[in-house]
């Protein structure tokens, strides 16, 4: 194995001068960097990890945060983000808080931050004021991706916006009795976007001077298979929506399972619409409102580390755009209701 003394020898320059070079530091022209480059490639020189950390104070390895992982959506987003960091030569650390039941967590802890970390991507996790206060005290820079958190930098879209357009449209297809899954339970009330779209839907429907009836806003845990379970009193009840919403594509394709099971074609008897655009959406003709999961990842990622290399660089707040994708789930309302709509 090579050492940094052969590159120093190979490059003719101080090893200090490679240390500093190749670490990306000030005080070496462009000219001594690039011969630098050259020698420790040549030599296949890659430099250990934990003396270029001692050496310099960085790990490059940046945490992220996440409420749970089992869920497209947040695989999605961490992929995104470790694409954005490994073209910087930074990795990715990752602090899964789920507690043992949905909507439950653990609570972000010094021992899981302190001289591990650079930085801290915060992904649709609300922090108390003890968790931004660590994060304070060790002088970490912050991105969130999902809800704003103080004057922190953050990459979302806007929940409220994309949870009135799927409701719009199916009120422009005549829809009136329409069922939302999705609905928030006390244990997952500090959850963010859960709240916010279950808002957008009610006050979308008074907008249009309709109401849901409350057996008809169905707590679900955000899983298909939760909402196929969840969704079926509403189903086989004495009177049955002719449109369901679901707050994510999860829960709205357990939906359309629960409709088959109850002998109710989709969208003939019962349009459904999600939002997201699962990667199984496509497939499985539902209609949506589209969010780009992976760019806002690579998106959180590129806006750390510009906070990595400027420390005075200026917060952000991006809110990406969404997009009303149509398919064959959704259609005008049935012209008969009641048992005759049940094959």
């Known amino acids: 194995m090579s050492t940094i003394n052969d590159v120093a020898r190979a490059a003719g320059v101080s090893v200090a001068t490679v240390s500093r070079a190749l670490r990306g530091l000030d005080r070496v022209s462009p000219q001594t960097r690039a011969r ?12 250990s990890p934990t003396a270029s950390s001692l050496a310099s104070g960085r790990t490059k390895v940046v945490a992220v945060v996440v409420p749970f992982l089992t869920r497209w959506f947040f695989a999605t987003v961490i992929s995104g ?4 960091l490994r073209r910087h030569d930074h990795h990715v650390l990752l602090i899964d808080l789920e507690g043992e039941s949905f909507g439950t967590r653990l609570h972000l802890s010094h021992s899981m931050l302190w001289k591990r970390v650079d930085g ?10 003890q968790e931004q206060a660590l994060i304070d005290r060790l002088g970490l820079p912050v991105v969130t991706i999902g809800n ?49 779209r279950a808002r957008a839907f009610a006050d979308t429907l008074a907008e249009r001077g309709l109401g849901c009836p409350p ?17 079926m009193a509403v189903l086989n009840g004495p009177s049955c929506p002719t449109a369901v919403v679901a707050a994510s594509d999860e829960m709205a394709l357990g939906v359309m399972v629960a409709a088959r099971r109850s002998g109710l074609a989709v969208p003939q008897d019962l349009s459904v619409i999600g939002v997201d655009d699962h ?65």
Do not use: F, N
Request: proline share 4%; glycine share 6%; net charge negative.
């Open 148 to 196: 704003r958190i103080r004057d922190w930098s953050c990459v979302r879209i806007d929940d409220k916006e994309a949870m009135r357009t799927a409701v719009r449209h199916v009120l422009d297809l005549g829809h009136t009795d329409v069922a939302y899954v999705g609905g928030v339970p006390d244990a997952s009330a500090h959850l963010q976007t859960p709240q916010d």
């Open 120 to 129: 801290v991507i915060v992904l649709a996790t609300p922090l108390d004021e």
């Open 279 to 343: 990667v199984l959406s496509e497939a499985l003709d539902l209609t949506t409102v589209r969010q780009d999961v992976l760019r806002q990842g690579r998106r959180a990622g590129e806006a750390l580390m510009r906070q990595l290399v400027d420390e005075a660089a200026a917060a952000v707040d991006e809110v990406m755009p969404v997009q009303l994708v149509v398919r064959a789930s959704t259609a005008p309302p049935p012209k008969t209701r009641g048992g005759t709509r049940r094959s």
């Open 81 to 84: 983000i470790e694409k954005a």
């Open 36 to 47: 630098v480059a050259q020698a420790a490639t040549e030599l296949h020189y890659v430099a």
């Open 215 to 231: 057996e008809w806003v169905v707590e679900s845990d955000w899983t298909a298979v939760g909402a196929a379970r969840d969704i």
